[in-house]
Nanobody, 126 residues
Framework: QVHLAESGGGSVQTGGSLRLSCETS????????IGWFRQVPGKAREGVVV????????MYADSVKDRFTVSQDNARNTMYLQMNTLKPEDTAMYYC???????????????????WGQGTRVTVSS
């Protein structure tokens, strides 16, 4: 049973930083894509960063490139998202997700992700 659980959200001011964590279990990392997605009520879900199976460099959304950094601690089965220089437009619910399907290594492939955490809320005030 694949399980993902996010933590680390909160409220910060513009320019601040947060680090999100996603604890994972129940799957072989080498067989899955894993990523961070975010959603604002009334808007479509957006891919923030995805990591493929093959060890290729993570793929970041242009809106977060050079501000957000994804990392993994394989010993702790945990993926992190370090978010720096936060902007009000980063305000959203953030989810980590995993997929074993083909073509999952795409930011717009959220419909291919079968396993999702419960989400953690990030609020950035101006």
């Amino acid at each position: 049973q694949v399980h993902l659980a996010e933590s680390g959200g909160g409220s910060v001011q513009t320019g601040g930083s947060l680090r999100l964590s996603c604890e994972t279990s129940g799957y072989s990392r080498s067989s899955y894509c894993i990523g961070w997605f975010r959603q604002v009520p009334g808007k479509a879900r957006e891919g923030v960063v995805v990591i493929g199976r093959s060890g290729a460099s993570p793929m970041y959304a242009d809106s977060v490139k050079d501000r957000f950094t994804v990392s993994q601690d394989n010993a702790r089965n945990t993926m992190y998202l370090q978010m720096n220089t936060l902007k009000p437009e980063d305000t959203a619910m953030y989810y980590c997700a995993a997929s074993s399907r083909s073509f999952c290594f795409r930011l717009e492939a959220d419909s291919l992700y079968d396993y999702w955490g419960q989400g953690t809320r990030v609020t950035v005030s101006s």
